[in-house]
């Protein structure tokens, strides 16, 4: 176990189990100032994405702001467990959400009654899916968040989807006779074969990245074939907790048109709406503007006092 002291809060590198076989996966809980218990936000990132990639400038936000944060790699992905390394599994990822919550309403320095789940992007419809199923979500935050996957095919050329369509029938049949993933870029140019090409694509997604992150750019094919059939959007309605909507307008990966639609029939939906890209709101003043308005409304709902 290793800690680390961030100015007023404390930074702890902690593991938890996931799944069938108890794969553990990687976190860093936040401390914020003072005793706990705490009221705490889990966290996760995108398509690919690891927490080193910025989400530890937002959970520094919030323990500046009087919440804990648990911020977890998914399985296969970054620091945490789960072989074959790089397959992304929208089912797994899903559990891996429903084993960091439980873990975290279990931890003896959060308070159970006020945890909220923070996602961006492609973890923005995680959280979606997994507020509608697990009982006791205080809040949500759903960040430029992925709601439509034959919304986001939309936005992928067709000759570059019939190429992933191709290379994800050969990585199930590697996978089925053991054998290592095929696998394709998370991040590519225009005309390129990846699962995200648009313009802003590899300047925004990759500059992310920090120096020394386990981070690669490359996920199993396989998840070419199902992410158009995933529609997290559809179960919003069944959300009982506030849920704030971050809604980037000219998002290039997540449309904004079927995400306003789903928090429009969201019972307790807050809607942000950015004049600025899908991978812009991470830094600068599109960063400030959002993280600002999470707080607020974090604070608002876990009854954050000061």
């Known amino acids: 176990m290793r800690v680390a002291q961030t100015g007023p809060m404390t930074r702890e590198d902690l593991t938890f189990p996931s799944g069938p076989d ?11 100032a003072g005793p706990g218990p705490y009221p705490t936000v889990v966290m996760a990132h995108g398509l690919g994405a690891v927490r080193g990639m910025r989400l530890d400038a937002y959970a520094e936000r919030f323990a500046a702001a009087g919440m804990a944060a648990l911020v977890f790699d998914y399985r296969h992905f970054g620091d945490s467990a789960g072989e074959p390394r790089q397959v992304l599994d929208i089912g797994r990822q899903r559990e891996d959400w ?13 308070d159970a009654g006020r945890l909220a789940i923070w996602g961006s992007s492609f973890g923005g419809g995680h959280v979606l899916a997994t ?7 205080a809040a949500v935050v759903a960040q430029c ?70 981070f690669r ?7 070419a074939l199902r992410v158009g059939f995933d529609r997290p959007g559809r179960q919003a309605r ?21 995400t306003k639609k789903y928090a429009a029939q969201t019972p307790r939906a807050e ?33 954050v006092e000061g």
């Open 22 to 32: 108890g794969d553990l996966l990687a976190a860093w809980f936040y401390r914020p």
């Open 98 to 110: 429903i084993s960091a919550v439980r873990f975290a309403k279990a931890h003896p320095e959060v």
């Open 131 to 137: 507020a509608a199923r697990e009982p006791g979500i």
């Open 145 to 214: 968040p992925f709601t439509d996957g034959l919304a986001s095919l939309g936005a992928v050329p067709l000759r570059t989807t019939l190429t992933l369509t191709a290379l994800g029938l050969r990585d199930l049949a590697r996978a089925a006779r053991g054998r290592e993933p095929v696998t394709v870029p998370l991040a590519g140019r225009p005309g390129e074969v990846a699962l995200m090409t648009a313009p802003d694509v590899v300047p925004g997604y990759l500059s992310l990245v920090p120096e020394g992150s386990p």
């Open 217 to 223: 750019n490359e996920a199993g094919a396989r998840l």
């Open 238 to 258: 069944r959300i009982t907790a506030p849920v704030l909507f971050g809604i980037c307008e000219p998002d290039t990966v997540a449309p904004s048109g079927p």
């Open 271 to 303: 809607v942000k709406v950015y004049p600025f890209g899908h991978f812009d709101i991470y830094e600068g003043e599109p960063f400030e503007q959002a993280v600002g308005d999470q707080v607020e409304f974090l604070r608002r709902h876990l009854a």
